[in-house]
């Protein structure tokens, strides 16, 4: 802004022009937007769904550890599904931890039309966010980690865990052994499921060819499950 400011020169009033400056201060108000997790409600029926389709080995695993619950605290299920397993465990077993893995994406499962997850929950993302809200009331007693059995392999020290139970590639069970063998502690229990399926024949196929006779347990249909004690075989 520029200003006229008289002076006296030899007697004669003169005019001067003063500049002065007017700065304009601007307030910002900065607003935060606060995220909040998206509001599950859980319908257990849906998620229940396919339960009595798996509910002896289900059954069979929570007795198994159930039996052996001075030794076995802390395990790792491969491969997690729809959950129910792993909230039969946790309503009805002593576990103080039990970790789940599983990437919920259509290009990694491989178990044909048997589950409907785009029908009954609208994409892998939200049968996803059904798994998490389920298992939110369990606390830090359980996690769910949404990823590959090998990433999911990396998180675990070596021998840090009393079990593992594999349900996830069936057609990929030897690199699982391979990520997760290591990762049960010396007399802790590999266990997995679909021995003697007939849809997996390969599973058997491949476990009779890894361990002797006397190191593996398989337990027909319909429990269609086996196991192996870490220490009796390495």
Known sequence: MIGVMP???NGVTMATRKRTT????????????ATTEPVVEI?????YKYHDYWKESHVWLRD?????SDEITTGVEIGVAFGSNMKMLLDETSLTKLWGVDTYSEKRWNVGDLLNVKEEFGSFDGLYQHILAMLKPYGTRAKIARMTSEEGS????NESLDFIFIDGDHFDLENDLKYWEKKVRDGGYIIGHDWNHPCFGNITQYLRERYDEDQLVGIDGPVHIWYVQKGAFM
């Open 7 to 9: 002076f006296t020169l």
């Open 22 to 33: 007017t700065t304009k201060t601007t307030t910002t108000t900065a607003t935060t937007t």
């Open 43 to 47: 319908n257990l029926d849906t998620l």
């Open 64 to 68: 198994f550890i159930n039996e052996r």
């Open 154 to 157: 990396k998180k675990f020290k």
